[in-house]
C-alpha cells in the first residue's frame, strides 16, 4: 500500500484527514504536523524515504519542500485560491452586514496569478484591492504591517489572509481579518491529483526496463590483440563491472557478443541507479579505451523495452558526447537521463500542420523537437545558429541550413541581430514560433 506524508499544522492536517479517510482502502498517511513553517525543510529531508508521496496543507510548505525534493516527486497542496477565497470574502461580508469593497489580501507569489484572476471574476474595482505577494522566506511581521497601515490608513475595512501568524497578530489589533481555509472539496479535488501521481509512479516504476551496452569497435581490439588470454582477461573485467552493475539493478545479464551486452530489470530500479550506470560506463572506458554507447528502454513487456532500448542505443551513435539515451514507451527521448542538463523530446506527432510545413523544410520531427526542448530548457528568448550549434553537436552551416527551412515554413522567425565585434558578419538571432 502507498503511503502519503501529509504536512502541515495539527488543525490543517486534522481537516485533510477528514476528507483522506476515503481514500484509506488505497493509501496509508503518515502526518507530519509543525508549529512553525521553517520545520518543512527539516520534515521533508529527514522523511523522504518512508513516503511514496507527499501532501501539503497549502502553497508555503509546498514551495519550501519544492526546492528541496526531486524534480520528479509526487507532491500535491491545498491551493488558497478559488471556492476558499469567496469563502473568506462571503464571511466577511456575512458578518461586517455590509458590501467591504475595500479589501487587503496577502498570498505567496506562486499563487498570484490565480488569485488576481479570482479578484477578477468577483468584478471588484482593482484600486479597492491591495494584495501583498511574498516568497517562501517571507517576514510575517512586514506582512501584518501593510495591512494595519492600510487599515490605519482608512483604506480598507476587512482583510483577507493566508498566514495564521498574521491573522492571529490582526486579531490582537481588533481588525476585521479573515483567514482563508480550504474547502473540504478542494481537499479532495488535491488528494486526487496526489493519489493519481503516486499510482502513475507506482505503474512506470513496475515497467520492464533493458539497458543495451556497446563497446565500440570491439571488433577492431579483437583483431589487434595478439595474446588471446589478454583479451579474455578483459572480457573477464568488463562482464564483473556489468555483473556488478547487474546486482544493483536486481537485473540479469545477457552476453550478446562481439562488446554487446543486455541487462534487464525495472524502471525504477534503473532510474534509482543511473549514477551507478554511468560510473559504470566511465570504467569500462577506462578498461577498453573505447567509446561505450548505452541505450535504456522502457515498456510494459520485455519485448517492447528491447525495441526502444535499441531506438536509443541508435540515437546515442548519432552523437559525439552524450553516450546514455533513453526511450519511454510514449516515445520520449531523454538526454543526458539524470543529470542537471537533462533534455527530454519526442520523435512524433499527431500534428498534420506542423508535419507538412517540416517536410517542406526536409526537417525531421525528432530535430524540431529536439529544438523546441532545448530552448525552452535554457529558457531562450531568442538565439543564434552559433548557440544551436554548440547544443546540438552539429554545424553552424547544417544549424543554418535548418533555421532557414524552419523560418520559410512559418516555424521559427528572425527577430535581431547579434553583433560581437567591429568585425565580421553580424549573426542572426532567431526564435521559435
Known sequence: MNRIGVV??????????????????????????????????????????????????????????KNILDKNADIGYCPLIGASLYKSIIQLFFEQKKFANKISIDMIQPEERDLLESLQELDIPSENMFVK???????????????????????INGVITGLNSVYQALKKEKIPVYRIRVTKMEIRQAMKIVVGKVKSSYFKESQIGVEIIEISHFDQMVDKTEARYHLQQMELRIK????????????????????????????????????????TVQQLILETDLPVRVGIGFGETAFSAEINARKAIQHSKEKEKDHIIAVHEDGVIVESIGKKEELTYSYRSDDKVLIDKLKNANISIKTYKKIEALTSSMGWEGFTTVELAARLNMTVRNVQRIMNGLNENGLAEYIGEEILGSRGRPRKVYKLK
Open 133 to 155: 505577494t511574498f516568497d517562501e522566506d517571507y517576514d510575517s511581521n512586514a506582512i501584518t504591517q501593510f495591512h494595519l497601515q492600510l487599515w490605519k490608513e482608512g483604506k
Open 240 to 279: 564483473q563491472n556489468l555483473l556488478h552493475l547487474c546486482e544493483k539493478l536486481d537485473g540479469s545479464l545477457l552476453e550478446n557478443g562481439n562488446g554487446r551486452y543486455q541487462i534487464f530489470s525495472s524502471r525504477g530500479a534503473i532510474e534509482r541507479e543511473i549514477d551507478m550506470l554511468y560510473n
Open 8 to 65: 502541515g499544522p495539527i488543525q490543517s492536517i486534522e481537516r485533510i484527514l477528514e476528507v483522506a479517510n476515503e481514500f484509506e482502502h488505497e493509501l496509508t498517511f503518515i502526518t507530519f504536523p509543525y508549529d512553525d513553517v521553517g520545520e518543512v525543510k527539516e520534515i521533508v529531508t529527514n522523511h523522504q524515504a518512508e513516503v511514496d508521496g507527499w501532501f501539503f496543507s497549502g502553497p508555503i510548505p509546498y514551495t519550501l519542500a
